[in-house]
């Protein structure tokens, strides 16, 4: 009922640039924060950034002056433009939408949902 769809990962030079990008679908009536998570390899998942329905952020150290979280509410998108990139940002990028839809039954759910990964890899 509710999809994440992610574009914009793949290989990129250290200190080259890229940008994410979430689509939100579905009989959504709300989103309230909407993030970006990242997953290395042998690693847990860990917060990268998040961005409240008023444009509220919030970042991980590690990414803090590089990475910029957006989004366009009328597109229920949000967006990542990451700067300066290096070999340890390379990992699968997943976004993640706190938000309010209907279900098949029309119910309003509140429920938080997750794309399904882009990767993005840093060479040295």
């Known amino acids: 009922q509710v999809q994440l769809v992610e574009s914009g990962g793949g290989l990129v030079q250290a200190g080259g640039s890229l940008r994410l990008s979430c689509a939100a679908s579905g009989r959504i009536v709300s989103i309230n924060s909407m993030g970006w998570y990242r997953q290395a390899p042998g690693k847990q998942r860990e917060l990268v950034a998040t961005i409240t329905s008023g444009g509220s952020t919030n970042y991980a150290d590690s990414v803090k002056g590089r990475f910029t979280i957006s989004r366009d509410n009328a597109k229920n998108t949000v967006y990542l433009q990451m700067a300066s990139l290096k070999p340890e940002d390379t990992a699968v990028y997943y976004c993640?939408?706190?938000?309010?839809?209907?279900?098949?039954?029309?119910?309003?759910?509140?429920?938080?949902?997750w794309g399904q990964g882009t990767q993005v890899t840093v060479s040295s």
């Open positions: 993640n939408a706190d938000l309010v839809h209907y279900s098949g039954s029309g119910y309003l759910v509140t429920a938080a949902y």
